[in-house]
């Protein structure tokens, strides 16, 4: 059935976020459409029994560092002949889709996360954090994380790569409730795909460079041996120069959550993050 939904809605994260919808693993799901696919993707969902609920406005992506995910979107009237994607609001429940389309409008982003089956404590979170000018969260999240080396299950650095088992920024990267939430839709995905499963599971057992400027990086197949890490290949949103310095060497000695050593070259900024997930 993945690969079905991979058909209509082009994006694995999206697929996955519908299967566990589907599944009633999630009371309730919330994806962007791009507005030519609409009819098609909602006749989809009713079909398999999944009320939707479209949002009354549509969004313009911006600042994107991959082609799969942006933090920052700027809204506009569904009128508008400018091409976007609406939000649609998916759940076996109809009064439940048309509830957490009345939260967007109404801003209320814990009432909508709680309607998403998201942790209180990573509602709150959000509440607190989010604003205009600080729409990613995963570096705040690494602020509340204790070391740099966290569960998979929590990798939510791997969404640019439509990876992860996640669609919420938890408060930290130890939060039991969002593990717990990761762990059971990675039993929902393995119940329809041994394969998928262990791909998925295999992406997000990766060290993670995470910039605001010069693009996010997977250390694939990495090894940490106290503060130093060995990995096979690097993936990545942008070929910056940082990609090359990284993909050039293959080892690393991490010197604190926001600054590392590559080959003597120290590399820091307010605005960068590592971590590792295994």
Known sequence: MIQQLNQIFHSIIKSLEVLYVYEGAKPCGRILL?????????????????YAEISDFKVLKQNAQSEFYSDRSLKIAKTSPEKGHFFAYISRDAETASKAKAMESENNHIGLGMLLGYPKCCCE??????NERNTDLTLDTLK???GFEFPFYTNIAARHFDVALLSHFPHSF???ES????????????????EISA????????AVIYTAEEGIFL???????????EYSNVLTTTKSKLYYLLSSNKNLKVVGKNNFMVNDIEIRGKQFGIMAFA
């Open 34 to 50: 791009f507005q030519d696919e609409v009819g098609k993707a909602v006749n989809f969902l009713n079909q398999n029994g999944i």
């Open 125 to 130: 979170f959000f509440e607190k954090n989010f």
């Open 174 to 176: 130890e939060c039991n």
């Open 144 to 146: 509340n994380s204790n």
């Open 179 to 194: 593990i717990m939430m990761a762990k059971k839709n990675l039993d929902v995905i393995q119940r329809h795909s041994n």
């Open 219 to 229: 250390l694939r197949k990495y090894e940490k041996t106290g503060n130093e890490i």
């Open 199 to 206: 791909l998925v599971a295999d992406i997000l057992k990766s």
